[in-house]
């Protein structure tokens, strides 16, 4: 895709997003990219509970509570 000011284009822009894990799926823009469209999961200690996130936050994000007792 091409970087600067361009008319639309039928390319995909390919860019790496804000997660830095995934390339933006759009078509060629201008402007930001939308946040990461994919969701990640974030497992307890034990790996029995599973909780969904946005991609790229899941550094930020604590593992959820057990429901099981952790081993």
Not at 18 to 32: A, D, I, L, W
Not at 40 to 60: D, Y
């Amino acid at each position: 895709c091409c970087p600067g000011n361009c008319p639309p284009c039928d390319q995909s822009c390919g860019r790496t997003l804000g997660c830095r894990n995934h390339k933006c799926p759009s078509g060629c823009h201008q402007g930001s990219c939308y946040p990461c469209p994919e969701s990640v999961e974030v497992r307890c200690t034990c790996g029995s509970t599973i909780l969904a996130v946005p991609c790229g936050r899941e550094r930020s994000t604590k593992p959820p509570r057990c429901k099981e007792t952790c081993r």
